[in-house]
Structures are given as C-alpha cells and as structure tokens.
C-alpha cells in the first residue's frame, strides 16, 4: 500500500514560506510593542523606524534573488526593485540611527537624508515599470498603453500637487507625508501596469500586495488630523503596513517561480482598469480641495460632473465585458477552427497540412520518415462497418504514439495511411520504431466483440542534406508500396534503386498516356485450333507496344502499371475497336467460311468500367462482326467477389457476347467461382501445360479441369501447347481447343489469313 499526498493549494506554498512568516512575524512583533508602549511617543516612533530596516532589506533581497532566478527579460527590472530596497535600507537606517542616538521631537517622517533615498528608491521603482518592454507590437497597441500610462501619472500628479501646496491641515509633516504617499501611489500604480500586460515580471498575486500597500498608505494620508495622531498606536501600524506589502510581493514572486503553479496565474482582460481608479481617486482629491464655503451650485455641478463620468465609465465597462464575452466565445471557435485545420477529427493526430508545416520546421539531417499503410483495411470496412473502421483506426492511432515516443510526430494523412516523423532519429532508431510498430499492431483488437489482428506496410527513409519534406514524404511512399509488393506486414527502408525504377515506371506512364494518340500500339494474333482436326477457329488478340525509342515493349511490361494506372481502360477500348475490325475484315475475305472467334483480353478495372458494355455493344455495330464471334477474355483475380463484373459479365452475355475464364486454376476459389461465373469456355493457364507429359500432378489437374468443364457444359481450351505429346495427351483428357507455339507464336493479321488458307492440320502435323 502506498502513501498519497493531496496536492498542495496554492496558498499553502504562501502559508508555510519562512520568509513570509518571519516578515510577517516582525511586523506583527513591531505592533504589538506600539500598543505597549502607547503614551511613550519616542519609544513607539524609535520601534517604528527599527521595524521598517529589515523591511526594507527584505526588499532588497527579494529584488536580487529575482534577478537570478527570473527569465533573462526580467533580470534589468528586478535588478531596479532590488537597488530601490537598498536605497531605502540605507535612508531608513540611517534616520534609525539618528532617532535612537538624538532623539527629538517624535514624528514619523524621515529627514533629508531619509528623504532623498527614499526619492533614489521610488524614482528606480517607477522607472523599472515605465521601462520594462511591453511587448507591444502594434502602433495602437502603444498609443493605447501610453494613454493609460499618462492618466496614471496625471492621475498621482494631481494628489501631489494638491497635498504638497494645500495641505489639510498645513502642517509640515503631513506635507511630506501625503507628497510620500503620491509618490508610493505612482510608483504602485506603475507597478499594477507592468503586472497587467501580457508578459508581466510578476504574478498577479505578487502584485496585488502592493496595490494594497497604496490603497493604505492613501488612506493613511488621507485620514482626518484626529487619526493622525502620534498618541495612537494603530497609527503606526497604518503606516508601518505598506512597508511590509511592498517587501512581500517580490518574496511572492520567488515562490511563484519556485513552485510554477499555473494556478497562481489568472486570465488577464484586453483593459485595464487604472485609468478607472486614477479617475476616482483624482475625484476624491478634488472633493478634498472644494472650500467649504462653496456655493450650492458649484457643489451640484461638481456632483453632476462626478456622477456623469461614473456613469459613462459603468457603461464602457460594460460595453468591454460584454466585448470579453464576445472575444472568448471567438476565441473558442477560432480553437476548433485551428483544431479542425491541424488535427484529424477521427484520431486526434496532426493533419497532413500539419504535419507539412512541423516537417519542415523539425527536419534536420538526421531526421527519419516512417509511412505506415494498413494492409487489408477495406476488408474490415467491407465485413464489419465504417464504424468498426473507425474504431480500429483510433486504436491505431494510440499505439503509433506509443511507438513513437515523446520527440515523435504521428500524423494521419487520409484514410489507413500514417505517417510518423522521428526528428533526430537516425536510420537504427527509425529501424527500431519500425519493428515496435509491428509488434503493437499484431497485438489483437477486440472490435464489436471480434478479435482482429491488424498488419501494416512501412516505408522507411532517412533524411539526407538538402532533402526538402515532399521528398523524403515521396521517398518514404516508395518504401512503402515496395514493402507492400514484397508480401505486407514488414518495413521496407528506401534504397535509390527503388527511386530508379519508380522513376522509369514514371516516364513510362507518361509515355502510356500518349501512345495511343501516337499510334504506337499494334495487335498481334495467337492462332486457336480443335485439336481432333487442327483447324483454326479462333484467335486470341495480343498487344504490343512499338515504343520510338525501346523498341518492341512486351504486355509483362506496361500491362501490369496501366492495370494500376487506370490507363488499360482506355487502351483495352482501343484493342477492342481494333481486334472487331480485325474479325469483320476477316470474315468479308472468307464469305463461306466458319466466322473466326476473335478473343480479346479484358482486365479488372475494364470490368468495373460502367461504359465497357456500351462500348462493346457501338463497336459490334460499327464493326459489323457478329456478337456471337467476339469473346471476352477475364481472368479469375478480375472477378473474384466483384459485384460490378459479375454484372458487366452478365450484361456482355445479353448482347451475344461469349466469355471465357482465362488462366484457369491460378486463382484462390477457382471452384466456387464456376457456379457464379457466367463463362461459356475455361482456358487451363500454360503452367499445367508445360510439364504435364512428366509431371503427374499437373496431368491430374488438367484432367480435372477438362472434366469440370464438360460436366458444366463448358468449352475448354489448353494454353501452351509446344509439342505433339502436350497436343495428343491434352486431347485424349476431352480438351476441345488448344494454343501454343506447337501451331503458332503470335502473328500479324495477314499471316492468320495465310494460315487459314492452308489450313493448320498440315503445318502442325
């Protein structure tokens, strides 16, 4: 069992300080002995000034302190409070001395040489506030803080000027003591004005002890000449008691610093309130100087004056509260603006902008960039909802924190993609986040009462000198989708061979674009004989690229990128265009002659086209070639669990078109798919063909086939025939038709007519 401490308050720390409480405990000590020793006027004034010395060192000390602990910014100002301390120690010292070792007649006020520290001391204080940078940084800014800077010096000007030539009672003590108390007011107020701007040298709790101390030390000279007196002892600890709230402030401060408890600070206004209470005070100085005999009409103007003013005061007051109100309120929906401009709503990570903007700032040479992609997120959506989706990729979302550590930034950059910038990582620690990465998320996941493992594809790259966010973001990318080809579920760190191959699969989608407009492309034909005779009945349409400068490009090339690209739907319309021209010119040169069944290749996102039925449907018109001898080659990957192909396919069969199920038997659910698939024939892939004279296993699969396909009324064609025992095996399994180089290689459209001329039996035999 552990012991645990509730958290200190804030005036705890206050409380039990030893500095305060023995400043504190003096003062208290010095009132005591003015109530014990009332009737003894010299006692009580000698007690007085020998109080007021460690007061004043006190000060002094707590100025010097500040200078060391405090923020550079601060050190020239609390540098100024602590010499303003040591000037009044040595006044007050000095006068100490003097009354106890000459005594004279008692009295409160110091005398010239007291007088003029005490000046040195006020005039350090007030310029320590008025030079203190403000941190304004517009000109309204400044012209505003200047207007209450001056109404505060008018405002204390005023009180001296009136209490220093029309004293209350015109004695010379309270001359000097109400010009001391002007003096402390606009020395407090000064100080009040530093501790209300936006980066103040102080808390607001330290300030305010010594707004109070020019709260008392006014109403202290202010006071009738009755309370005045030195025979009462409460007098001097009125005026022993700004003393000690001066002392005490920057004492505060030392524990404000010490403790950092945001909770001493406060939220400031756009407004000070001053300006207000020099007009105040200013109106009470003035009542103070009316002449008893005033007239009654002097008397109501003045209460009409004083009154107005007070009003239109309350009402800008208000007016600024409710502009308080306002602003805050604009302050919290510029909050969520700025949340919703930087962070993920989902996740509560940086967004891309977001994460852009720290990238640079944060980059350095020895930065790394992870790129993290789920592997397989669709499904999840697919089978358990968004809502699981969401789920998941907040769980996410914590364990790449965790993986990435305090000096980490995770961003999410859109949809299942992270990324994750680790400023001065080098390649090893980016390799270790990497490996953690892939630890947390295999770790299950319980989903709507599922339990799910979650895999991920990480790009990695290191930063290198001159490397600007967008590259090594690129680089990162690279990474990725290499780890992604490689198999999923691993970290792939970036190399520049990568680059370079990314680089050329650039250019050659570049070149892609353009190649049909050029008409770069050409078709070659695959004859398709019946292997119980060898005739030609069909042929399959095979793409080549005549690239200006590569020369001859084969499909295994740029196929695959224009299946990513998206750019095989627009190639695949032109191979179709061509392929039907093809058929129909053929079947105009053989009138007689059983029409030619022309095969051409289709891909997945051909499939998913919604224009391909329309397309093949012009075409056919265009064309003229028979719907019946178009056939549409799909492989099984192409229409695996896709509803948009099941009913594209089903859509071809309404015109007449006839499909076939290329590369049978390469696929995962090649079985189940034949009961939903709506094919006419099956071509078992050249890989069961190849080997099938030698290798049992293959001729078992290709017996299978043949026998599926005659049972669900299917026409069959083996691919890669190359010699006569693959032709006489195949045909004795029940395979009807066949392809392969044992008949012909793929040919331009003029051999395929030569071929069919004299016929293919003879050449093949």
């Known amino acids: 069992m552990t012991d645990t401490q509730p958290a200190a308050r ?46 004043d060192v006190a000060l002094a000390l707590g100025g010097w302190r500040l200078r060391r602990l405090a923020h550079e910014r601060y050190r020239r100002f609390w540098s100024m409070i602590g010499f303003a301390g040591a000037a009044f120690t040595v006044g007050d010292t000095y006068h100490a001395l003097q009354v106890l070792i000459l005594p004279g007649e008692p009295s409160l006020t110091g005398g010239i040489v007291q007088t003029v520290f005490f ?92 707004v109070c101390a020019a709260m008392v030390q006014g109403i202290s000279t202010l006071l009738p000449g009755d309370f005045q007196s030195l025979d009462h002892a409460y007098v001097y600890a009125i005026r022993l008691l700004p003393s000690l709230l001066i002392a005490i402030g920057p ?60 009003l239109v005061a309350g009402r800008q007051l208000v007016a600024f509260h409710d502009n308080m109100k306002l602003i805050s309120r604009l302050d919290v929906a510029l909050g969520e603006l700025r949340d919703q401009a930087l962070f993920d709503g989902l996740t509560g990570l940086a967004n891309r902008t977001h994460f852009s903007a720290e990238t640079a700032r944060l980059l350095t040479v020895d930065s790394s960039l ?3 992609d789920l592997d397989d997120f669709k499904t999840v959506n697919d089978t358990m909802g968004h809502a699981a989706g969401d789920s998941l990729l907040k769980v996410v979302a914590s364990r790449l924190r965790d993986a990435a550590g ?69 680089n990162a990318d690279i990474a990725m989708y290499e780890a992604k080809r490689r198999g999923k579920g691993q970290w792939i760190a970036y190399t520049d061979e990568m680059g370079a191959r990314i680089s050329a699969e650039a250019v050659l989608i570049r070149e892609l674009d353009q190649a049909v407009e050029r008409d770069e492309f050409t078709l070659l034909y695959q004859p398709i ?39 095989i739907v627009a190639i695949g319309r032109w191979v179709l265009r061509q392929a ?13 002659e059983v029409p030619l069944q022309v095969g051409v290749n289709v891909a997945g996102p051909q499939l998913r086209d919604p224009g391909l039925v329309a397309d093949v449907a012009a075409v056919l018109a265009e064309t003229g070639l028979p719907a019946g001898s178009l056939v549409i080659e799909v492989t099984e990957t192409a229409v695996l669990d ?40 099956l071509k078992l892939d050249r890989s069961f063909v190849e080997s099938i004279t030698t290798v049992s296993r293959q001729a078992a699969v290709a017996t299978a086939v043949s026998q599926m396909a005659a049972a669900l009324e299917f026409g069959s064609v083996a691919e890669g025939i190359e010699t006569a025992e693959q032709r006489d095996l195949l045909r004795g399994l029940g395979y009807e038709y066949g392809q392969g180089y044992l008949y012909s290689r793929p040919v331009p459209a003029d051999r395929i007519s030569e071929l069919r001329i004299r016929g293919l039996a003879a050449a093949s035999s």
């Open 529 to 567: 004989v019946r292997l119980c005779d060898g005739r030609l009945t069909g042929v399959e349409s095979l793409i080549r690229w005549n690239h200006p400068v590569r020369g001859l490009v084969p499909p295994v090339e740029f196929i695959p990128i224009a299946e990513r690209t998206g750019q």
């Open 642 to 681: 896709d509803e948009q192909s099941h009913a594209t396919m089903l859509a071809l069969r309404a015109l007449g078109v006839k499909l076939a199920l290329d590369d049978f038997g390469t696929a995962a659910s090649s079985l189940g798919l034949l009961l939903t698939c709506p094919v006419n024939s």
């Open 251 to 310: 004492w505060i401060q030392v524990i404000v610093l010490r403790v950092g408890d945001p909770r001493y600070t406060a939220k400031r206004r756009p407004y000070s309130l001053l300006p207000y209470g020099m007009i105040a005070v200013t109106f009470v100085v003035f009542f103070q100087m009316l002449p008893n005999a005033a007239s009654s009409q002097l008397v109501g103007a003045t209460i009409g004056v004083v009154v107005i003013t007070f």
């Open 119 to 210: 000046a040195i001391g006020m005039c350090s204080n007030v310029v320590a506030c008025l030079i203190f940078p403000q941190g304004l940084r517009t000109a309204r800014e400044r012209f505003v803080f200047w207007l209450d800077a001056a109404t505060v010096l008018v405002g204390g000007g005023v009180v001296a000027w009136c209490f220093a030539f029309n004293p209350l009672d015109g004695g010379t003590d309270r001359v000097n003591a109400s010009v001391t108390a002007a003096l402390v007011l606009v020395a407090t107020f000064s100080a009040t004005k530093v501790a209300l701007i936006r980066h103040p040298p102080m808390a607001r709790i330290a300030a305010w002890p010594m």
């Open 370 to 372: 992870l790129l993290i």
């Open 580 to 592: 039907c021209r093809q058929g129909a010119a053929w079947l105009a040169t053989f009138p007689g």
């Open 10 to 55: 804030p005036v705890d720390h206050l409380r039990h300080d030893p500095v305060l409480r023995g400043l504190i405990g003096f003062t208290l000590l010095g009132c005591l002995l003015f109530f014990l020793l009332s009737g003894q006027p010299m006692r009580q004034v000698q007690v007085f000034w020998l109080v007021q010395v460690p007061l």
């Open 406 to 474: 305090d000096d980490g930034m995770v961003c999410r950059l859109g949809g299942d993609e992270f990324a994750l910038l680790l400023p001065g990582a080098g390649p090893e620690g980016a390799r270790m986040v990497a490996a953690e990465i892939l630890r947390l998320l295999a770790e299950p996941i319980v989903l709507l009462q599922h339990t799910l493992t979650t895999r991920a594809s990480i790009g990695l790259t290191a930063a290198r000198p001159g490397e600007d966010p967008s590259t090594l973001l690129a």
